[in-house]
């Protein structure tokens, strides 16, 4: 490391661009020694009930997956943190056919943290390792066998709308709406709604009224269903 008299000046030429810089720093508690809590948004990465078992539930079943796998299917995210949900995807899908995986981040997560979270689940080590390989050497496009995954830098209130792909599957897991309402704005919500194909689904662990509003209003049909761990209910979408 440069000593601080070695340190060269700081470019203070303002950015045009939106993107935040990428959070190098850590910015984590940590409960348990094992799940990562965000200081920023002061919430879990994931269930403290157990988080594969949760994505497995809301996110993959929420959207009859891996039932509806065919090649070419893309799964689009908001809020990619730790990467366990694309981990569980990979677990899910072993081929044949290439899947498409799109996150939206805002404050990506150092490898060092992604790696300590991914210890608790013993069963994506596997993946975990071919994941965090590509990023660790800073790649944002993740190649495996049988899906890439592209992971869009930027608030999501400005990268979803600027963006020109569709989805067949939301996995819609920003922190809780009461602590990160901005990912869950009536907004980001028409913007999810018209990046899904015909017939394209959301889930979510939320069964906040307003949020199933907006999604409704965006032209969703939602309904409830039984949630993960503590939580009564969690919401799920068909776009007809
Ligand atoms: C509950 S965590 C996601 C957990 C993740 N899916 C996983 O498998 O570990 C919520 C994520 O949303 C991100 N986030 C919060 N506000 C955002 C915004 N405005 N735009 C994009 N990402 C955002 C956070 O940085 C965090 O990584």
Same mark, same amino acid.
């Given at each position: 490391?440069?000593?601080?008299?070695?340190?060269? @000046?700081?470019?203070?030429?303002?950015?045009?661009?939106?993107?935040?810089?990428?959070?190098?720093?850590? @910015?984590?508690? &940590?409960?348990?020694?094992?799940?990562?809590?965000?200081?920023?948004?002061?919430?879990?990465?994931?269930?403290?009930?157990?988080?594969?078992?949760?994505?497995?539930?809301?996110?993959?079943?929420?959207?009859?997956?891996?039932?509806?796998?065919?090649?070419?299917?893309?799964?689009?995210?908001?809020?990619?943190?730790? #990467?366990?949900?694309?981990?569980?995807?990979? $677990?899910?899908?072993?081929?044949?056919?290439?899947?498409?995986?799109?996150?939206?981040? *805002?404050?990506?997560?150092?490898?060092?943290?992604? =790696?300590?979270?991914?210890?608790?689940?013993?069963?994506?080590?596997?993946?975990?390792? *071919?994941?965090?390989?590509? &990023?660790? =050497?800073? =790649?944002?496009?993740?190649?495996?066998? +049988? $899906?890439? =995954?592209?992971?869009?830098?930027?608030? *999501?209130?400005?990268?979803?709308?600027?963006?020109?792909?569709? *989805?067949?599957? &939301?996995? $819609?897991?920003?922190?809780?709406?009461?602590?990160?309402?901005?990912?869950?704005?009536?907004?980001? @919500?028409?913007?999810?709604?018209?990046?899904?194909?015909?017939?394209?689904?959301?889930?979510?662990?939320?069964?906040? #009224? +307003?949020?199933?509003?907006?999604?409704?209003?965006?032209?969703?049909?939602?309904?409830?269903?039984?949630?993960?761990?503590?939580?009564?209910? @969690?919401?799920?979408?068909?776009?007809?």
């Amino acid at each position: 490391m440069a000593s601080p008299d070695q340190t060269p @000046m700081p470019d203070l030429t303002p950015m045009p661009d939106l993107t935040p810089m990428p959070d190098l720093t850590s @910015m984590l508690d &940590w409960r348990d020694e094992t799940i990562p809590v965000s200081r920023r948004f002061d919430d879990p990465y994931f269930s403290l009930a157990g988080g594969l078992d949760e994505t497995r539930h809301v996110f993959l079943t929420g959207n009859g997956l891996p039932g509806r796998f065919r090649d070419g299917f893309r799964i689009a995210e908001l809020g990619f943190g730790t #990467g366990l949900n694309l981990l569980a995807v990979l $677990l899910a899908h072993r081929g044949p056919g290439h899947l498409h995986y799109t996150s939206f981040e *805002a404050f990506p997560l150092p490898a060092p943290d992604i =790696a300590r979270a991914l210890q608790a689940f013993p069963e994506v080590a596997g993946v975990a390792e *071919a994941f965090l390989g590509q &990023w660790r =050497a800073g =790649a944002t496009v993740l190649r495996f066998a +049988h $899906l890439t =995954a592209t992971v869009i830098l930027g608030d *999501a209130r400005k990268t979803l709308p600027a963006w020109d792909g569709q *989805a067949d599957a &939301w996995f $819609l897991d920003g922190f809780s709406p009461a602590k990160n309402p901005e990912l869950w704005s009536v907004a980001l @919500m028409a913007e999810v709604a018209r990046h899904t194909a015909l017939g394209g689904t959301f889930a979510t662990y939320t069964a906040a #009224g +307003h949020v199933r509003r907006a999604l409704s209003g965006a032209g969703f049909t939602v309904t409830r269903q039984p949630g993960f761990g503590r939580k009564r209910h @969690m919401s799920v979408g068909v776009k007809p």
